[in-house]
C-alpha cells in the first residue's frame, strides 16, 4: 500500500488504491460546494419570499384618496323654477256626507217686537230619520251623525256594600321554610315507633318486613290529620302504621314567614324481624 500524503483528505483515505475516477469520488468531492451553494440560495429566496409584500408595497403607486365632503340635506338650495311650467292644480276638496237635519232653535228670551215668527217643533216621525240642529237640510241618509262627548262631571259617590268573603280553607303545604318536627327530635320519634309499634302476627307468619310510607298533615296547632299509607307492606302492617301515627302526641308546626301553618308530611316506617 502506498504512503499516503500527510495532508490527505477522508476521500482520499476512503478512495485510496481504488479507481477514483468512478464517479462516487467526483460526488463527494463536490458535496461540501454543492451543500454551501445550496444554502446560499435557499437562503436568498427565503428572504426574497419575507420582502416580497414589503417591496411590493413599496412598489405599487398609492392611489389618490378622494376628499369626503359633508353634504347638509337641510342647506341645499331649492330646486330652480322653471317660469314656463304651469303650478300643478290643487287637490280636489272632500266632500263630507251630510245628515239629514230638521230645524229646531232653543227657547230664547227676546222682547215682544224682536221675537220672530214662531216656528213649531219638529215632529217625532221627523226626528226618527233626521237631527235636530239649526236649520233644515237634506243629507246622505247613510252618514253617521257625530255625537260629541259629554263634559266631565262630578259624578255623585256610589256607596259599595262591603260583602264578607267566604273563609279560605288553609293551604297545605309541602315545603316550608321550617319543617314540622316531633316533639324532642328524631331521636324522640324513633323511641315512640319503637315503644308503641306492634309487629302483626299474619307478618310474622308470613315473615314479612320492611318499610310503610305514611303521609299525613301537620296542622298549625300541632294535631294530626288525614294519615295515610303511601305504599304499604299488607299483612296488617299498612292498618299498625296508620294506629301509631294517629296516636302521636301534638308536634311542633311548620312555619312560613314566620307564622305556622299546615304542611304535609311523609314518614317511613320499618318492620323488621329480630
Known amino acids: 500500500m502506498a504512503e499516503l500524503d500527510s495532508k490527505a483528505t477522508l476521500d482520499d483515505i476512503v478512495f485510496a488504491n481504488r479507481n477514483q475516477a468512478y464517479g462516487a469520488y467526483s460526488l463527494r468531492k463536490e458535496y461540501p460546494k454543492t451543500v454551501t451553494r445550496a444554502l446560499i440560495i435557499g437562503g436568498i429566496l427565503f428572504t ?10 413599496a412598489l405599487t403607486p398609492e392611489p389618490e384618496q378622494q376628499a369626503m365632503v359633508e353634504v347638509d340635506l337641510m342647506k341645499l ?51 226618527k230619520e233626521a237631527v235636530a240642529a239649526e236649520k233644515t237640510q237634506e243629507g246622505d241618509p247613510n252618514a253617521e251623525e257625530v255625537i260629541a262627548a259629554p263634559e266631565a262631571t262630578a259624578a255623585p259617590t256610589k256607596v259599595e256594600v262591603a260583602v264578607e268573603a267566604a273563609p279560605k280553607e288553609e293551604e297545605i303545604f309541602t315545603v316550608v321554610e321550617q319543617q314540622p318536627e316531633f316533639t324532642g327530635g328524631m331521636a324522640a320519634l324513633g323511641q315512640y315507633l319503637q315503644k308503641n309499634l306492634r309487629y302483626p302476627a ?11 310510607f305514611v303521609s299525613f298533615v301537620v296542622n298549625t296547632d300541632g294535631s294530626i290529620q288525614d294519615v295515610q299509607v303511601l305504599k304499604g307492606l299488607g299483612f296488617g302492617t299498612d292498618e299498625e302504621a296508620q294506629r301509631v301515627v294517629k296516636g302521636m302526641p301534638k308536634w311542633r308546626p311548620g312555619k312560613q314567614s314566620g307564622r305556622p301553618v299546615r304542611v304535609k308530611y311523609n314518614l317511613p316506617i320499618n318492620f323488621t324481624l329480630e
Request: no cysteine.
Open 48 to 57: 426574497l419570499g419575507v420582502l416580497a409584500p414589503t417591496i411590493i408595497t
Open 77 to 127: 338650495p331649492p330646486p330652480p323654477i322653471d317660469p314656463n311650467e304651469p303650478p300643478p292644480p290643487p287637490p280636489p276638496p272632500v266632500e263630507v256626507p251630510k245628515v239629514n237635519t230638521v230645524k229646531f232653535l232653543p227657547p230664547e228670551v227676546k222682547p215682544d217686537e224682536e221675537v220672530p215668527e214662531e216656528t213649531p217643533p219638529p215632529a217625532v216621525e221627523e226626528l
Open 202 to 212: 299474619a307478618a310474622q307468619r308470613a315473615n314479612v318486613s320492611g318499610r310503610v
